[in-house]
């Protein structure tokens, strides 16, 4: 007798209906049997979700049902980070409120999810722009706030002027936003900040313990904080300390304070470098109009890190000099350089050409001297030059004085002691110093669509918390779109508020909260989303640390070392007891599929897989555009994306193939820590596969269930 083909239309909505009636994957926090916490990162409801998507939901959700076959009592949640600019643009482009766009697109990604037949507890579902998510989140705030964990503080930040609002530094990428692709210009705003440093070393100390994170992660987050041992020094100004043409001496200002690591270099010094907006720049730029529009042109460019190092470096003489600590007679000019950043150590640094790359390109562009300070050893002093290429290995110090012959190590100890024992004003010309990379978190974002900061502005009693009983500060609906900017700072009343102190008016803190501070500490809302308080202790302290997180390595700085951080945070505060939130960490994969485009310049476009129609002409592969019969050109594999078009949603696999198709395929033709290529063969290849699995059952069953009845037992 012929078996019948597996028919997904039929037998999976008939088992997901069999599931969800059952509450099958509803956890029970009373439950005996031991906990186990399986999470992956949560969705943004950016429309509909891809089949790269799914790859990463998949691979927890085998997690998941392994774990309840052992016999865990297994947490399986899901949720959705809400908030972000993404929502306002909708809002603009489209004249749609951001709270309708949102969640009409949870709801479409909710049954996507639904139809893949993936093992989550819908019952504990939230979106964090829910009122009752970011009303606890605001609780989080105040409890912060009274630990001492919040500041605010004048700070250079990055402005996304398309965007309109701040960005973390982490937010940009090669100069430009992260969302809105703008140039990223430097200005100077009031911000509220998470005090991130308070935690450097404990945060960096506690990479060793988490043995299930990928080393790359641990490497990559080591580097952010960006621990190092240096050498404080304070360089005398040149006295007169002449500004351009007044020979007067910089008001306040007798001395220059740089951080460094390698003070044995100190001989090979050839100039001093500070930012735009180090004090020392501004002041001599009061005289000097030149300068004043040279670090008006710094402010405009790029401000990440791999901007900086890959950009064009760019300075300008201040004529102010310093005197080299060690030679009264030895002085080196000061410029301002678009390479150096007021927010990474004093924002001053002293230019060793032939130990550094950026310093020699600096070096031979303003035809500043380049001495060799440091020789591999073995080689010939005489012969050993640096041209166009430093030397950063170790060796042994030459044209260094005091410090010849001796190994760096050893030269930077016994510079450190001869400058420690001279001083400057009273205080040592120099002092051993910790420093790290990381700065505070800033969370400040000129956005309607976040979760608004929970403070007050009084003009009598300064900036106040809003009391924690008229919480939840929340978001007007009645709000207008129709220009860029923050629309709260327009909003007819919602600003405007007594102040709970003196009963004055005032107003409401228009700012909202960086979306990373949503995803920060999700995890934990979900052991118990019902509760009145941001967690119930007690079921935090069970389930927590989550065992298994699974999610893209691209979050391994940002929502990985904030959730870090906000741990450790919430644990001062008295909501958990923890500091490590993902005992066990999975980066999976992309999913990759090649991209069509068709036309050429401003007139380009993509097209969707399922807009082409794929030929083989004499051995070559061809890309038709199916409505208009034009080749299109075929380009390579690449993450799936919105932007190139180059996504297959889940139902274009499960309404021909089924569900457990595209997931036998996600997890079966790449290992999961490696991309895999979409390709319809392969998905045709693995419904063969499910349909041979069933045909095998098929045939065996009937024997199992006979061979049951005979010995006695009973059948299932």
């Given amino acids: 007798m012929a078996t019948e083909r597996y028919n997904p239309r039929a037998s999976e909505p008939k088992w997901q209906k069999a599931w969800d009636a059952k509450k099958l994957f509803e956890a029970d926090n009373d439950d005996p049997r031991p ?192 621990r190092s041992e240096g050498l404080l020094i304070r360089w005398p100004l040149a006295t007169p300390a002449t500004g351009p043409a007044t020979g007067k001496v910089i008001d306040g200002e007798d001395e220059l304070e740089v951080y460094t690591t390698r003070p044995d270099t100190i001989f090979g010094a050839s100039f001093m470098a500070v930012a735009a907006d180090h004090p020392l720049a501004k002041k001599a730029a009061e005289s000097k109009p030149a300068l004043a529009k040279f670090i008006d042109e710094v402010r405009h460019m790029g401000t990440s890190v791999a901007a900086l190092e890959t950009a064009e470096k760019k300075g300008f003489d201040t004529g102010i000099r310093v005197v080299h600590p060690f030679d009264a007679n030895w002085t080196l000019p000061v410029y301002v350089a678009n390479f150096v950043l007021m927010e990474y150590g004093t924002g001053a640094i002293f230019g060793c050409p032939s130990g550094d790359q950026r310093d020699l390109d600096f070096a031979n562009k303003y035809g500043l001297p380049v001495i060799p300070v440091v020789m591999p050893e073995g080689e010939n002093q005489g012969n050993f030059q640096i041209i166009d290429e430093a030397y950063v290995g170790d060796g042994v110090m030459i044209n260094s004085r005091f410090l010849d012959g001796m190994k760096p190590d050893q030269a930077f100890d016994e510079v450190a002691k001869l400058l420690e024992q001279k001083t400057i004003g009273n205080r040592p010309m120099a002092e051993r110093k910790v420093n790290f990379r990381l700065r505070d978190w800033g969370i400040s974002r000129q956005r309607y669509w976040g979760c608004p900061i929970p403070m007050i502005h009084c003009e009598d009693c300064g900036v106040v918390p809003v009391p924690k009983a008229d919480l939840p500060v929340r978001l007007p609906d009645d709000i207008e779109f129709d220009r860029p900017g923050n ?83 919430m644990r001062e505060t008295g909501h958990v007891d923890l500091a490590e939130p993902f005992r066990g960490l999975f980066t999976q994969g992309m999913v990759v599929h090649e991209t069509y485009r068709v036309g050429s310049g401003s007139n380009s476009r993509w097209l969707a897989p399922s807009e082409v129609r794929l030929e083989d002409v004499d051995g070559k592969r061809r ?51 490696r991309d895999v290529e979409w390709t319809d063969e392969g998905a045709a290849g693995a419904h063969r596969f499910i349909q041979r699995i069933w045909r095998l059952v098929s045939t065996a069953a009937p024997s199992s269930v006979h061979s049951t009845s005979r010995s006695g037992g009973e059948s299932d």
Avoid at 176 to 205: M, N, P
Avoid at 490 to 519: I, L, N, Y
Avoid at 534 to 550: F, G, N
Avoid at 634 to 648: A, F, Q, W, Y
């Fill in 487 to 569: 629309p709260l700072d327009r909003h007819p009343t919602w600003r405007h508020v007594k102040c709970p102190q003196c009963g004055k008016d005032a107003r409401r803190e228009t700012d909202t909260m960086d979306t990373f501070v949503d995803s920060s500490w999700y995890f934990a809302r979900f052991t118990a989303p019902w509760a009145n308080d941001p967690t119930d202790p007690k079921a935090a302290t069970e389930w927590l640390p989550v065992d298994q997180y699974i999610g893209g390595i691209e979050h391994a700085i940002l929502h990985l070392l904030y959730s870090r951080f906000f741990t450790r945070a």
């Fill in 35 to 226: 906990k186990y916490y399986v999470l992956e990162m949560f969705p943004y409801p950016s429309g509909r979700i891809h089949i790269g998507h799914t790859r990463n939901y998949t691979m927890g959700d085998v997690v998941a049902r392994y774990k309840r076959a052992k016999g865990f009592n297994v947490l399986h949640p899901m949720g959705w980070d809400a908030f972000g600019m993404p929502a306002e643009n909708a809002a603009m482009q489209n004249k749609v409120h951001p709270k309708d766009w949102t969640y009409q697109n949870i709801a479409v990604m909710r049954e996507q999810l639904k139809v893949m037949g993936l093992s989550l507890d819908w019952a504990r579902e939230f979106a964090t722009c829910d009122v009752d998510y970011y009303h606890r989140q605001q609780m989080l705030f105040l409890d912060f706030v009274e630990k001492g964990l919040v500041t605010r503080k004048s700070s250079k930040v990055n402005w996304d002027p398309e965007d309109m609002t701040v960005l973390a530094n982490e937010q940009v990428i090669d100069g430009r936003g992260w969302r809105s692709g703008a140039l990223v210009e430097q200005r100077e705003l009031t911000q509220w900040f998470f005090k991130i440093t308070d935690y450097a070393q404990d945060l960096l100390d506690s990479l060793e313990g988490l043995d299930d994170w990928p080393e790359k992660v641990k490497l990559m987050q080591a580097n952010w904080i960006g």
């Fill in 623 to 673: 890309a038709i555009e199916i409505a208009t019969g034009e080749e299109a050109v075929i380009g390579p594999l690449e993450k799936m994306s919105k932007s190139k078009k180059n996504t297959v949603s889940p139902e274009e696999i499960t309404d021909g193939y089924g569900a457990d198709t595209a997931r036998w395929f996600m997890l079966s033709d790449s290992p999961p820590e």
